[in-house]
């Protein structure tokens, strides 16, 4: 078995892929001509969005939202970064919502930053 794809399910794809293009430079790589999923061009594994009744026609048990005025889900995506603070402060004017300014523990240097569809976005300095 191989781990293939992510999606998540938001309320607007293309805003949503815009956002990540804005905020972290991460192209589209392809999108559905009714804009209903679209991916980031985010090598072997790829980053997915899917609008909600495209979710909800998969499956009818239902499941939680993200969304940025809730708890975030359990789960973040990582990014590697080579000058932290600049893309930091990119997420943050493209809409992010800051959480956790660059810091450091050990030798590892990271920030937080929650996406616009409230996907929390750790970015970790290479």
Do not use: W
């Not at 995506?77 to 493209?94: I, M």
Request: charged fraction near 15%; aromatic fraction near 12%; proline fraction near 5%.
């Amino acid at each position: 078995m191989e781990y293939i794809s992510q999606i998540i399910y938001v309320d607007n794809v293309e805003e949503t892929l815009d956002f990540y293009y804005q905020a972290f430079g991460l192209s589209t790589s392809s999108i559905s001509d009714n804009a209903e999923y679209g991916e980031l061009a985010t090598g072997a594994v790829k980053i997915a969005f899917a609008n909600h009744p495209s979710a909800q026609a998969h499956f009818k048990q239902g499941y939680i939202r993200a969304h940025p005025k809730q708890p975030a889900l359990g789960f973040e995506l990582r990014f590697s970064c080579t000058n932290l603070s600049e893309s930091y402060d990119k997420a943050v004017l493209a809409g992010a919502e800051p959480l956790c300014p660059p810091s450091c523990r050990g030798t590892q240097y990271y920030a937080y930053v929650r996406a616009i569809e409230g996907t929390l976005i750790c970015l970790v300095q290479a």
